[in-house]
C-alpha cells in the first residue's frame, strides 16, 4: 500500500497563479483533509470530506477550493495565489468511525512570491 | 474550534535524560492523540487515549489523558537522539482533529 500521496512535492508560484495540488490515498478511507502547517502554528484545518460528493470547510478555507468526485482523490485547488499562502501542506485521511486517527502524505511545500 | 496549548514550545535534552511534554485545553474531548513528525515528513500517529485518567506506555514513551479529559502529557524515559522530532497532540471533535502548535525536542548525542 502506499498510503496516502501528494504532489508536487514542492512548488513555487508567482501572485495571481492558480494550481492545485493533488492527494490520493488507496486505503479506502471515507474521511479526508487539507491542513496547512506554518512555522510555530501547528496544523489548521483548510477542508475535509466525509465521503465522494461531501466536503465541508475548516477553520481556515478562504482562498482554497475542494471536490471530492472519488473516494480516493481529493484535490485542493489554490485560485488566486497570495504570499499568505505560503505553507506546507498536508493532506489526511481515515475511515469512518473508531477514533479519528489520520494517516498524513508527506506534504507539499508551496512558496508564493 | 477548541484550543490546545502544548508546553514548551521547545525542548533541547542530552541522550539518556527524561523529558516530559503537556498538551492543555479548556474543552473536554472524546479522545486525545499524539502524532510525531520528522522534518519534511508528515505526522505519524504515536498513540490515541479515550477515557480519562488513561495512561498508555509505547516503549520508553507514556501517555497520560487527564481525569477530566481536558489535558495529557508525553513522557519519555531515557531518551535518544531518535527521539528528536516535533510532538503534536490533538484532541477529536466531530468528524475533525484540532491540533496543539507543538512541542519541538532535540535530543543531542
Known amino acids: 500500500n502506499a498510503g496516502v500521496t501528494q504532489t508536487p512535492k514542492f512548488r513555487i508560484l508567482k501572485i495571481g497563479q492558480s494550481m492545485t495540488l493533488q492527494c490520493t490515498q488507496d486505503?479506502?478511507?471515507?474521511?479526508m483533509y487539507w491542513y496547512r502547517q506554518d512555522p510555530g502554528m501547528g496544523l489548521k484545518l483548510i477542508y475535509y470530506?466525509?465521503?465522494?460528493?461531501?466536503?465541508d470547510k475548516g477553520e481556515v478555507p478562504n482562498g482554497y477550493n475542494v471536490s471530492r468526485s472519488t473516494t480516493e482523490d481529493f484535490p485542493l485547488r489554490l485560485e488566486l495565489a497570495a504570499p499568505s499562502q505560503t505553507s506546507v501542506y498536508f493532506c489526511?485521511?481515515?475511515?469512518?468511525?473508531?477514533?479519528?486517527?489520520?494517516?498524513f502524505g508527506p506534504g507539499t511545500r508551496l512558496t508564493v512570491t | 474550534t477548541q484550543l490546545l496549548e502544548q508546553s514548551p514550545q521547545f525542548l533541547s535534552i542530552q541522550e539518556g535524560e527524561n523529558l516530559t511534554v503537556y498538551c492543555n485545553s479548556s474543552?473536554?474531548?472524546?479522545?486525545l492523540q499524539w502524532y510525531r513528525q520528522e522534518p519534511g515528513e508528515g505526522p505519524v500517529l504515536l498513540v490515541t487515549?479515550?477515557?480519562?485518567?488513561e495512561v498508555k506506555k509505547l516503549k520508553r514513551l507514556t501517555f497520560q489523558f487527564g481525569d477530566a479529559r481536558k489535558d495529557s502529557s508525553l513522557h519519555i524515559t531515557a531518551a535518544q537522539p531518535g527521539d528528536t522530532g516535533l510532538y503534536l497532540c490533538?484532541?477529536?471533535?466531530?468528524?475533525?482533529?484540532?491540533f496543539g502548535a507543538g512541542t519541538t525536542v532535540t535530543v543531542r548525542a
Open positions: 474543552s473536554v474531548f472524546s479522545s
Open positions: 489526511a485521511s481515515r475511515l469512518a468511525g473508531g477514533f479519528y486517527e489520520q494517516y
Open positions: 490533538a484532541g477529536a471533535e466531530d468528524y475533525k482533529l484540532s
Open positions: 487515549v479515550v477515557t480519562g485518567g
Open positions: 486505503m479506502n478511507h471515507n474521511y
Open positions: 470530506s466525509v465521503g465522494a460528493g461531501i466536503t
